[in-house]
């Protein structure tokens, strides 16, 4: 860090220093730090009965499962794509690669109705898949399958994301030595590249389940808002907040802030893993 | 992939670690299930409307003033997130106070937090009675429900991105150039103005075009705080929406694909940016 | 066992690595490829370890033609440049790597494991690190941990990769040593990279020389300081004072089109003129430098210096100041002709 060994020539004077802080911090505060006090705040405002009576209805019960089951499948998904996308991005030379590269971040340029959108263009009643699906009585939109595949699709680039610099910064040297030992491919990838990236692949996990668990926009068009049924956390806070029942809505939506502040959570600590081994292997090298 | 072997070889390096295509094909694969072939679904579906027919669609008043909303209330926001997203680097990088470290890590939480909670928080704090409402009703100003409101969401959402984007490059502006510069005689100001921003300038931009690139496609946080009024605060995402619990899947189809081309062309010009400034050598 | 390469070429897109290299190596020899970064030398090293395939040519093991066979099934001990240590294992468990991957049938028993990896970890005097991680060693500690963990897998063939370039001097040359008696212990086929010419000449058996993907020299270390090949030999292994016009080497007949080459230790100088091919020159500077004094001269009407080096007795015998007038002339030199000298590297 260079506060550490920044010298007088390069600071600012005590006064401007505090306003620099004052007004970044307030700014901070405004934007981040009340909202979310005023998230557990306003779940809590009719007292601890009311928070575990809104937990325990039926209705948001079933909200929490289908979020647990659309990020349970939309992560592993994820996962096993991330990995072969870093594996074949970090560790090989090809033609194309910046392209792929691009390819896999679109899902973050696309905005999340727009995503949801082309699920429903896809296997909608009027879509192209639409009809065969009627035929053989199979439903996708307006059902749990399509709420999973709307989540794969806002989540998809997260993982690979995480470990493709990652991986791309060991290099193949580890990789080359375990080959020469005579290791195999799954010797290889188990043993020296999976221990590498752990804390990466972690990482990569929280964020997109985070992601997965908090997703909206893409849902809410694939869902049909159908309670009970197709209601996921995100989409259940909406419905009660526009039905004026306030502490219900704030009562869910503290729990997708409890799952935020998890999240960052272990972000703070792997960042901190991470810079302990980067410190390593800087001293490799 | 049943690619023979000079060609193969051509296609891409030898090297003596397994599972290329074993990796490379699933990826594809998979890329073309999820991503490739539903978004060309969408460009699909605009060419049967013909050119005469998509601008039927996308050019009336609603979807113009909906993309102006979501345009001019996603600069403000990226503006606004530029300038104070710069001064917050500056103070997690440069300054040393308590509780930094949960500072810095809050910072991350437009990311983690469900847009959803966002957007009915925003609400709630903003609303005319709402903690920070009140004080703008006192001064005649109205946030929530109006596109003010909107610029409020997108701010939240887009806050991280500038910060982020700036920190690691101003981590590595040495000091010793601005101590160069500060013994030749600069000022603090003119240091930062000729030393350090130029060197941050790029990053800036980068995390702008995020901020910025983000808050258009925005949805979950900025409609529950807009009040979603056609032609003043109605913005695009929310039009798609409307168009399609309509079953206009038309309409939804061209708006969404203005929408896409304007994010495929910011993702384009965010990669340039990063391409020059790794030119500029800036780290 | 012996190595055999014929007519390897390698292309890295339109970059030639390897151009058409044919190589012996015999048993137990200690080689090493010398050459400036780009000349193509890692890639041989990772071409005989089967980390690159060769575009073209023969790779022979012991008479039998290897090129198929991948980097697991050579039998090769591979030291990568930056040693490749596996940074979330114990020293032990980096040694023993080897060990545990082999198929089931044929692996060791735990106590068989840990016994070799102890023998190898004395053999490299670092048993007392074994519960170390890489992170917690020094550049040299790496090196030899590097090296057992290569030696493990009992290969037939040894290849380095700069094995001591990331090292600071003073633990260079204590590695060095190490190795030739390491090598001498162990009696097995060793190549190794190296642009360090000292490192070539004091640790090998015999050295290739190498440019541009081409092979310019191949000899024992004294061969190819005693009599370069090739112009680019000359420039690379050593110093060398050129003498372009024949005004200037009045000592040879043959500089039409050609550039004469003398070492700097290879010039005598004398007060009066020997004979009509002695040069007339001004002495420009001296410089005492431990053993050895450094002579620099200036050619008479022209502004051509010429390096000198004496031995101190030499120079003590007959002393030398700046601006001294005196004369000089070659014991031995090589001419080469122009178009020879096109590709030489800036030394």
Redesign the interface.
Same mark, same amino acid.
């Given at each position: 860090?260079?506060?550490s060994?920044?010298?007088i020539?390069?600071h600012?004077s005590k006064t401007v220093?505090r306003v620099?802080?004052t007004?970044?911090?307030g /700014?901070?505060l405004?934007?981040?730090?009340?909202?979310?006090f005023? *998230?557990f705040y306003?779940a809590l405002s009719k007292g601890w009965d009311l928070y575990y009576a809104a937990l325990l209805e039926p209705d948001a019960w079933s909200a929490i499962k289908l979020t647990f089951i659309a990020a349970a499948i939309a992560v592993p998904?994820n996962l096993?794509?991330g990995?072969?996308?870093a594996?074949?991005?970090a560790?090989?030379?090809?033609?194309g690669k910046s392209m792929?590269i691009?390819?896999?971040?679109?899902?973050f340029? *696309? =905005?999340? *109705?727009?995503s949801g959108?082309? /699920?429903?263009?896809?296997f909608?009643a009027?879509?192209?898949f639409g009809p065969w699906l009627q035929e053989h009585d199979l439903k996708l939109i307006f059902a749990v399958p399509g709420i999973v595949?709307a989540t794969?699709?806002v989540t998809?680039p997260f993982i690979a994301r995480e470990l493709i610099p990652l991986m791309q910064a060991q290099g193949?040297?580890?990789?080359?030595?375990?080959? =020469?030992?005579?290791? =195999?491919?799954w010797?290889?990838?188990s043993?020296?590249t999976l221990?590498?990236i752990k804390w990466g692949l972690l990482y990569g996990v929280i964020?997109c389940n985070?992601r997965a668990?908090?997703?909206?926009?893409a849902v809410? *068009?694939v869902s049909g808002h159908i309670r009970g049924m197709t209601n996921t956390?995100?989409?259940h806070?909406?419905i009660l /907040?526009n039905e004026y029942n306030?502490v219900a809505?704030?009562t869910i939506?503290s729990l997708?802030?409890l799952?935020?502040?998890v999240?960052?959570?272990v972000?703070?600590v792997v960042e901190w893993q991470a810079i302990r =081994?980067g410190?390593?292997?800087r001293?490799?090298? | 992939m049943a690619l023979s072997s000079p060609a193969h070889s051509r296609f891409r390096a030898h090297s003596v670690l397994p599972g290329f295509n074993l990796a490379l094909g699933y990826t594809l694969l998979y890329l073309s299930l999820i991503v490739l072939i539903p978004l060309s679904a969408l460009f699909v579906k605009t060419a049967t409307l013909g050119l005469d027919g998509f601008f039927e669609l996308a050019v009336n008043d609603r979807v113009v003033s909906s993309l102006r909303v979501t345009f001019v209330c996603s600069l403000v926001a990226a503006v606004i997130n530029a300038i104070f997203g710069l001064l917050v680097a500056w103070v997690l990088v440069r300054y040393r106070f308590p509780g930094k470290r949960i500072v810095d890590a809050l910072v991350d939480l437009p990311f983690a937090l469900p847009t959803a909670v966002a957007g009915i928080t925003l609400a709630t704090l903003y609303a005319p009675h709402g903690w920070i409402g009140q004080y703008f009703a006192a001064m005649g100003i109205k946030v929530a429900y109006t596109p003010l409101g909107i610029v409020v969401a997108l701010t939240f959402i887009g806050l991280p991105f500038v910060v982020r984007t700036v920190q690691p490059v101003l981590e590595d502006v040495e000091v010793g150039v601005e101590e160069a510069a500060a013994c030749l005689g600069a000022t603090r100001f003119e240091v930062f103005r000729r030393v350090i921003f130029p060197a941050i300038y790029p990053a800036l931009l980068t995390g702008f075009s995020l901020a910025f690139a983000r808050a258009i496609g925005e949805y979950g946080s900025v409609i529950f705080i807009a009040g979603n009024m056609p032609y003043i605060s109605e913005i695009s995402p929310l039009l798609i929406v409307a168009k399609l619990e309509q079953y206009d899947y038309a309409g939804a189809t061209a708006i969404a694909v203005i929408m896409l081309l304007i994010s495929f062309a910011l993702l384009l010009t965010i990669n340039a940016l990063q391409w020059w400034a790794s030119k500029r050598g800036v780290r | 066992m012996s190595i055999i390469i014929e007519n390897i070429s390698k292309h890295f897109g339109n970059f030639k690595a390897l151009d058409n290299i044919n190589l012996e190596v015999g048993s137990g020899e200690l080689l090493a490829l010398l050459g400036p970064s780009g000349c193509g030398k890692t890639s041989l090293l990772r071409i005989i370890g089967g980390l690159e395939l060769p575009d073209t040519g023969k790779l022979l093991f012991h008479g039998e033609d290897v090129k198929s066979r991948d980097a697991c099934n050579r039998n090769v001990g591979f030291v990568f440049q930056h040693y490749a240590l596996f940074r979330h294992m114990s020293v032990f468990e980096n040694v023993a790597f080897g060990l545990r991957v082999k198929p089931k049938h044929i692996r060791y028993k735990e106590a068989e494991i840990k016994r070799r990896v102890h023998e190898l970890l004395e053999l490299v005097q670092l048993d007392w690190l074994a519960d170390r991680f890489p992170a917690q060693l020094s550049g040299g500690q790496r090196q030899r941990i590097a090296l057992a963990r290569a030696l493990a897998v009992e290969p037939k063939i040894l290849l380095l990769d700069e094995p001591f370039g990331a090292l600071d001097a003073q633990v260079r040359k204590e590695l060095r040593r190490w190795l030739r008696r390491l090598h001498d212990e162990l009696h097995i086929t060793s190549i190794f990279v190296t642009h360090d010419q000292e490192e070539a000449l004091e640790v090998s058996d015999r050295v290739v020389v190498m440019n541009k993907g081409r092979i310019e020299q191949v000899g024992t270390p004294d061969e190819v300081y005693a009599q370069p090949a090739t112009p680019f030999v000359y420039q690379f292994i050593g110093n060398v004072n050129l003498f372009h016009s024949r005004d200037h080497a009045p000592w040879t007949q043959q500089l039409d089109d050609a550039i004469a080459y003398v070492r700097p230790h290879d010039i005598d100088i004398s007060v009066s003129a020997q004979d009509e091919t002695s040069l007339p020159v001004v002495v420009n500077l001296v410089r005492a430098i431990g053993a050895i004094v450094r002579v620099e001269v200036e050619i008479d009407g022209s502004h051509e210096l010429i390096e000198i080096e004496l031995s101190r007795e030499r120079f003590d015998a007959a002393p030398l100041a700046c601006g001294d007038r005196v004369y000089i002339r070659p014991r031995q030199f090589r001419v080469f002709q122009k178009e020879e000298t096109d590709e030489l590297p800036a030394t």
């Open positions: 860090m260079a506060h060994t920044q010298g020539a390069t600012e220093t620099f802080i007004i970044a911090l /700014y901070l405004l934007f981040l730090g009340l909202p979310l005023a *998230v306003q998904c096993v794509f990995i072969a996308a594996w074949s991005i560790k090989f030379d090809f033609k792929l691009t390819l896999i971040d679109l899902p340029a *696309v =905005s999340p *109705v727009v959108l082309v /699920y429903v263009l896809l909608g009027q879509g192209w595949l794969i699709f998809f193949k040297d580890e990789e080359e030595a375990a080959v =020469s030992l005579g290791a =195999s491919g010797q290889t990838f043993r020296v221990p590498n964020l985070a668990m908090g997703e909206f926009g809410s *068009v956390m995100p989409l806070v909406e /907040y306030f809505a704030f939506a997708l802030a799952l935020a502040l999240t960052l959570l972000k703070s =081994s410190a390593a292997i001293s490799l090298i | - | -």
